[in-house]
């Protein structure tokens, strides 16, 4: 075991702060980074826990975020012309003015929401994964909608009570998890209730939703998607899933008030960390200034001193990294149990981590001017 390790662990409380601050600087950044991938991916659940493969959308419309994602009505039975297709269906949304209806001594809410629609037929490629049987079952009934449990006293409503949109009654048959909204609250319904919401028929409009499409194998998905965009002149692009997710969750990652405040927590954290760091292992170094100048006294040079405490503060950053892990992990099951959902992706956490290695790394740097003090002669005062 090196000097600089057994240092570290029997001296753990001089330590200590470096150590915590390393790992609040990483949790604050991970977390946030991590409720922001949380909340996008709540919001487009109907989506990315459907039954899909490949995903339709127009040539210039690379997301569902940003722009117009209608498709001429011709494109769908395009799509069925590959022998690899076995379902093909568009996705179809409304919106509209929510008012509930209260009881008595209730508070009425009037909002304007997005109804997404959904086939409540069993396995159908546009029905998310996780409803259940009867969840299903609830939304053929028409003018029956599903809610998100977290909405629930935002739109003032309950399971089993009453509500119009656009003047339509509706009814919640369903309390949903995990489908909070990141901006506009939203509610699921058949898709014969949204048409119905939406007082329009792609019959008549002559335009379709993006479409989602099954294939018969998932050895066909890459195959598939390339054949369709091969035979597309221009008129749509096929995504796999993959690609179809990551393009909607850096549309709205890269919305302006994300980026702003992601770049100004990790400056922050950067701030934070350095300076308590720094000044950690400074304190630390000077309480044992005494053994320093022994060590000098012995010979060994200021270049091997300074090496011991560059080891010393890579340590530290060590130990601050699986300090960052473990809070982080916590806050993110206590998140989770609040009903907030955070998504750490491998990438961005491994870029974290190494952020908090540099801050270390500088942190102990900056601390090596303190070194000058262990002179020799102090140890016969």
């Not at 409720?35 to 995903?55: N, Q």
Request: glycine share 8%; aromatic share 4%; hydrophobic share 50%.
């Amino acid at each position: 075991m090196s000097l600089a390790l057994s240092t570290l662990i029997y001296e753990w409380r001089r330590y200590l702060a470096a150590v915590i601050a390393l790992a609040l600087s990483g949790m604050l950044v991970l977390v946030m980074q991590g409720l922001f991938l949380g909340i996008i991916h709540t919001a487009l659940a109907t989506t990315e826990r459907s039954r899909a493969d490949i995903f339709i959308l127009p040539v210039k419309v690379p997301s569902m975020v940003n722009g117009d994602p209608t498709l001429p009505n011709r494109v769908q039975p395009q799509i069925f012309q590959n022998p690899h297709v076995t379902e093909v269906r568009s996705i179809e949304e409304a919106f509209g003015a929510w008012v509930n209806h209260p009881g008595a001594g209730g508070k009425q809410v009037q909002t304007f929401i997005a109804v997404w629609a959904v086939d409540p037929i069993a396995g159908a490629v546009t029905l998310p994964v996780d409803f259940d049987e009867k969840t299903r079952i609830a939304l053929m009934e028409p003018g029956a909608v599903a809610v998100d449990e977290s909405t629930m006293e935002k739109l003032g409503t309950k399971l089993g009570a009453q509500a119009s949109i656009n003047g339509h009654a509706v009814h919640i048959r369903a309390v949903l998890h995990g489908y909070q909204s990141v901006d506009q609250t939203s509610v699921v319904a058949s898709r014969e209730t949204v048409r119905l919401l939406a007082r329009t028929d792609s019959a008549t409009t002559g335009e379709t939703g993006p479409l989602m499409i099954r294939v018969d194998s998932p050895a066909n998905i890459d195959l598939v998607r390339d054949q369709l965009n091969a035979a597309a002149h221009g008129a749509y692009r096929a995504w796999s899933r993959p690609e179809f997710n990551k393009s909607n969750e850096n549309a709205l990652m890269s919305q302006q008030i994300v980026g702003v405040l992601l770049v100004f927590l990790t400056f922050v954290a950067v701030l934070i960390g350095i300076g308590i760091t720094s000044q950690t292992l400074r304190g630390a170094i000077l309480s044992n200034i005494r053994e320093f100048a022994s060590l000098r006294a012995l010979g060994i040079s200021m270049g091997s001193l300074r090496l011991i405490v560059m080891e010393l503060s890579v340590w530290a950053g060590v130990a601050g990294v699986g300090a960052a892990a473990i809070i982080t992990a916590l806050v993110a099951v206590l998140a989770g149990m609040a009903g907030l959902p955070i998504i750490i992706h491998p990438l961005p956490a491994l870029m974290i981590c190494a952020m908090l290695m540099v801050i270390a790394v500088i942190s102990g740097a900056m601390a090596l001017g303190i070194l000058k003090r262990s002179q020799p002669a102090d140890l016969l005062r």
